[in-house]
């Protein structure tokens, strides 16, 4: 017999439903639809103007299960499993707010919503770039939708889906409780967010991160729509602001990550090499190389080839630590990875599609992309800015091999052994790296394009050099530093510092709209 439960509201769940489908479906036509229209120009008159209204029905949708989720955790409908699990009755509002981004479904959600709102921005701000930049991010958003479908196919489960009731749950179906008609009557209370998570960083650092996260595919739409419109170079500047963007606001969010950890998490430190930790920082590395590498092609139209796979791999980082915390491989290596909720199938099929769709166009278009012969002077500062980039690089490379040991491990069946002390591990590597890029932000700029003298660069830098060795030997004495390679660090930061101070005004004469890098 069916049983008629009592005091379930289930039409909440369907309109969340139909939310979850129409966005799913709104964004799969708007990417068709936009990307037609790029490949053939001669139908973008009309797909383009279609695609911008399923754009807007798409993010309608996603607004539409936000604001739905918000309001039954705020009115405490513990018959959906997502409620119960991550609120209770006692939360204040900053915190039902939380619940949301607290679980798998709702992250997702998140960048779902930062996708969309960066979609509409371009569509109004770059039209001449809004077929392909949106028509990829369109993409993107059919793969993040389907995270939330939480629909069979073949015995195989798509995503996982906020709107599931408890008594559905696989944790809950077979619990006899849940036969009882009135078994909501039952339910005192809902498990609520974790107290580790009652913080006010919970309440900012997902959403700063999640949009860094989200910014991150800008620089990358960008490449893929001038592969696919045969720009091989036109991309590279209407990109840069947003790369930078991104750069910026992903940057921030790492470090709000960083503080909380320290103040709350007990993670052992303000950076304690978690794999997680590790997962966002690699992404913006890389990042930040591509923006100078863009700075350097807009200056002198050189290392185009670095900027797209830079711009690329960004992007592709982002999913691979995407994997990496949410496939549960992190289970015993992190404190901060999600567990697994049987979607890792689904995350390397959404990595691998964004690898193959990059390297296919890369391979098509790879004749036309100019290779020119490097003949920058030693003097020069896109010559410093490139190996600043290559740096950045190696530190990626170095923390991305030892954070995914857990993941060489089970693809190749090995044992590697993950460092005993990782912090010490990974300080080995990373400090001289650290002091290297200071020193290289300290003198980058004193260097013009093309060429230097370097005997007036020594000049402009002797008084910058001559205060940090006084400021470090007296901060060594009291600090009572011992390592040499914190002396260097400490030497190597405040120089930094001081030459940028030094450069904004004596060179630029405090002019800001020059002084952005300084």
Known sequence: MEIKYIGEQLIWGHLGNGFIFTAFISALFASILYLTGTLKEQHAGWTHPLAR??????????????????????????????????????????????????????????????????????????????????????????????????????????????FTLLRL???????????????????????????????????????????????????????????????ITEWVRPALPYTFFAIMILGAGILMGAAWAYEALSFGGFWAWDPVENASLVPWLTLVGAGHVMLIFIKRERALI????????????????????????LGETSVHAFTDLGMSGQLIFYMLFFVFLAATLLI??????????SDDSINSREFWMFIGMLVLCISAIQITFTTSIPVINKIFDVKLAPPVDV???????????????????????????????????????????????????????????????????????????????????????GKFSFSGAS
């Open 364 to 373: 098509i278009n790879w004749k036309k992309i100019p290779k020119e012969h």
């Open 423 to 509: 912090k010490e591990h990974f300080n080995s590597w990373q400090l001289p790296i650290a002091v290297i890029i200071a020193l290289l932000m300290a003198v980058g700029q004193f260097f013009k394009y093309k060429n230097s003298d370097t005997k007036q660069v020594f000049k402009k830098l002797i008084l910058s050099i001559s205060l940090t060795i006084i400021i470090t030997i007296v901060l060594t004495l009291l600090l009572k530093f011992k390592s040499v390679h914190f002396i260097l660090l400490l030497f190597a930061s405040l120089l930094s510092i001081i030459a940028n101070a030094d450069y904004f005004f004596r060179v630029l004469h």
């Open 169 to 231: 749950n696989d944790q809950f179906a077979n619990l006899p409780f849940v036969r009882m008609p009135d078994y909501l009557s039952r339910i005192e209370d809902g498990r609520g967010l974790n107290p580790l998570l009652q913080n006010y960083w919970m309440v900012i650092h997902p959403p700063t991160l999640f949009l860094g996260f989200a910014a991150t595919v800008v620089p990358f739409a960008f490449a893929m729509g001038g592969l696919m419109k045969k720009n």
């Open 53 to 162: 209204k399923f754009l807007y029905l798409h993010s309608l949708s996603g607004f539409g299960i936000f604001f739905l989720l918000l309001f039954l955790i705020y009115n405490h409908r513990f018959e959906y499993y997502y409620v119960w699990q991550h609120s209770n009755l006692s939360m204040p509002m900053h915190y039902i707010l939380a619940c949301i981004w607290e679980g798998q479904e709702g992250s997702f959600l998140l960048w779902m919503l930062w996708h969309s709102v960066i979609a509409l921005f371009i569509s109004r701000r770059n039209r001449n770039w809004e077929g392909p930049v949106v028509g990829i991010i369109m993409l993107v958003q059919v793969f993040l939708g389907s995270m939330l479908l939480g629909v069979y196919v073949f015995d195989y489960k798509i995503g996982s889906n906020p």
């Open 306 to 329: 670095s900027t797209y796979i830079l711009s690329i791999i960004s992007f592709l980082l982002v999913l691979y630590s995407t994997f990496l915390t949410r496939s549960g491989i």
